[in-house]
């Protein structure tokens, strides 16, 4: 019979190793919890900015409407007016089309850093710092459009 205090080795090391698969195992179940809690904040990021994108197009739409209707009640100097309605046009896709831009490397450095995620990867979502673009747009209106805020509207 085996005393009260003394244990055999081999049950010592059973228990060691079952201790240390489970520890291991949950190691292992809080590491995937982490990071399937973070590929959801990222898939939420990314439906935001593809939001912020058809709202950007959207303001466009109603910036083309007004250049247009602008330029139909001043149409009694027919050449001045269309060529003044192509200009406002021209600078109104460009910065749609800056800020379209910038907002889709937002989405694909999300994506990139969901591929990383449980890679043992570089790009962890703590690391990007929660921006996941390149700073400001070229147009100046990064947080505006971030913040769900159209500019001009």
């Given amino acids: 019979m085996s005393s009260c205090c003394g244990e055999s080795p081999t049950k010592m090391s059973n228990q060691q190793t079952f ?12 590491t995937l919890v982490a990071d399937t809690g973070a590929k959801t904040m990222l898939k939420t990021d990314v439906a935001f900015l593809e939001r912020d ?7 466009f739409g109603i910036q083309i409407y007004d250049i247009l209707q ?6 009694s ?11 406002d046009i021209a600078r109104a896709y460009e910065e749609c089309k800056l800020d379209i831009e ?4 937002k989405i694909d450095k999300k994506r990139e850093e969901m591929g990383n995620i449980g890679d043992g990867g570089q790009g962890s979502v703590a690391e ?3 921006d996941g673009g390149d700073g400001e ?8 459009l971030e913040s769900g805020i159209l500019p001009g509207y």
């Avoid at 602008?70 to 149409?75: D, G, N």
């Avoid at 747009?137 to 505006?144: K, Y």
């Fill in 77 to 87: 100097t027919t050449s001045d007016t269309v060529f003044s309605a192509s200009e």
């Fill in 19 to 30: 201790l240390d698969t489970f520890k291991s195992g949950s190691k292992r179940f809080a």
């Fill in 53 to 59: 994108i058809k709202n950007r197009k959207h303001t």
């Fill in 137 to 144: 747009s070229a147009s100046g209106r990064n947080a505006e």
């Fill in 128 to 130: 990007g710092g929660g």
């Fill in 102 to 105: 910038t907002l889709e490397k």
């Fill in 70 to 75: 602008q330029a139909s009640v001043k149409s």
